[in-house]
C-alpha cells in the first residue's frame, strides 16, 4: 500500500505561480511512476504530467512550458511547480502512483486531492 497526501492548494490569480506537493508513504517510493491529475467540476479526470523514478517526463500538451514535475526520491516527495496559471488551471489536483502507465482511472494509489483556484 502507498499513501499520498497532497498540499499546497489555493486561490491565486491569473500569472501567479504555485507549488504543490505530494508526500508518500508505504512502499518504496523511487519504484513507482508519479503523476498529477487535475478534475475541474463536471469535467473528468486529466492528465496533467508524470515523472518516472528516474525521472523522465511526460506533459499534457495544455501545460508544458508552465508546469515542471520533480520528486525527490530520498524524501518521498513528489511536486509540481505551476506557472503562469490561468482561470482554466482551475481544478482539484490529485497525484497518483503506479508501477505503470495506464489510463487516468486505472491509476493504482491516489491522494484525497488539493483544490487549485486561478481567478481572472
Known amino acids: 500500500q502507498v499513501q499520498l497526501v497532497e498540499s499546497g492548494g489555493g486561490l491565486v490569480q491569473a500569472g501567479d505561480s504555485l507549488r504543490l506537493s505530494c508526500v508518500a508513504s508505504?512502499?518504496?517510493?523511487?519504484?513507482?511512476?508519479m503523476a498529477w491529475f487535475r478534475q475541474a467540476p463536471g469535467k473528468e479526470r486529466e492528465f496533467v504530467a508524470h515523472?518516472?523514478?528516474?525521472?523522465?517526463?511526460t506533459y499534457a500538451d495544455s501545460v508544458k512550458g508552465r508546469f515542471t514535475i520533480s520528486r525527490d526520491n530520498a524524501k518521498s516527495t513528489l511536486n509540481l511547480q505551476m506557472n503562469t496559471l490561468k482561470p482554466e488551471d482551475t481544478a482539484i489536483y490529485f497525484c497518483?502512483?503506479?508501477?505503470?502507465?495506464?489510463?487516468?482511472?486505472?491509476?493504482?494509489?491516489w491522494g484525497q486531492g488539493t483544490q487549485v483556484t486561478v481567478s481572472s
Open positions: 497518483a502512483a503506479d508501477t505503470r502507465i495506464v489510463r487516468a482511472r486505472d491509476w493504482m494509489y
Open positions: 508505504g512502499r518504496t517510493f523511487s519504484y513507482y511512476i
Open positions: 515523472i518516472r523514478g528516474r525521472g523522465e517526463t
